[in-house]
């Protein structure tokens, strides 16, 4: 059997792609970015080199800053873009996804506050956390325990972005600052952002008025 890729936009169809990153420039005020934080990225095994203790993957250092800061400079860099173009300023609300595993929900926070917010206002933010779900053993799909009667926990998976949003009130909290769209921003991929992938992606589902896609590669 043989696989077909599915119809869609060709980003190396230079004219089409053209066009997908205007409409996604065009739609920089009213696209919000969902950044799945969560997840103990434990094949990573990042770790603080003053305490030994396990970080979490938004403080992965990444071209000399944490992760979290460069997925955040790629936001400010699609704003002065729409800037130098339309004319116009915008502050794209960004919906944060945390863990509870290994302290990332307060090593978000550190990382933020002590940033102040990048320069964007704590009010850009919206910060959810990730829920902690049993673990189960491959071979049996026994519960794994970490004592007695104390089940371990893992975060869900980044699925759970769509429930985080509805149980904290993320929708609302978009729709009152005029957002129509979303880009979801994979932290496991921060080389989607160094080109205009994120802006056609956008700009794609802008301009058709799409309810979800998405951007892979062969």
């Known amino acids: 059997a043989t696989l077909a890729p599915p119809g869609g ?27 799945p934080l969560g997840g103990a990225s434990d094949r990573l095994g ?30 400010q860099a699609r704003e002065y873009l729409a800037w130098r173009v339309h004319g116009a300023q915008h502050t794209t ?16 926070v550190r990382l933020l506050t002590d940033a102040d917010w990048y320069g964007r206002g704590e009010g850009s933010f919206k910060l959810l956390r990730q829920p902690l779900v049993p673990v189960v053993a491959a071979a049996d799909g026994a519960w794994l325990l970490a004592g007695p009667a104390s089940p371990e926990l893992r975060p869900g998976g980044h699925g759970a972005l769509w429930k985080c949003l509805a149980d904290g009130g993320g929708f609302g909290w978009l729709a009152e600052r005029g957002v129509t769209g979303a880009l979801v921003r ?17 700009g794609a589902g802008a301009a058709t008025g799409a309810s979800f896609g998405f951007a892979a590669c062969p």
């Open 9 to 35: 936009l060709d980003l190396t169809d230079e004219p089409a792609a053209t066009a997908a990153k205007a409409a996604g420039l065009a739609a920089v005020g009213t696209t919000a970015e969902l950044v």
């Open 46 to 75: 990042l770790v603080c080199e003053a305490t030994g203790a396990p970080l979490p993957a938004a403080l992965l250092p990444y071209g000399g800053r944490p992760l979290l800061e460069g997925l955040l400079r790629d936001t």
């Open 93 to 108: 609300p960004v919906a944060l996804m945390t863990s509870c595993a290994k302290g990332g929900h307060a090593h978000v």
């Open 186 to 202: 994979q932290i496991s991929n921060p080389l989607a952002g160094t080109d205009g992938t994120a802006l056609a992606l956008a």
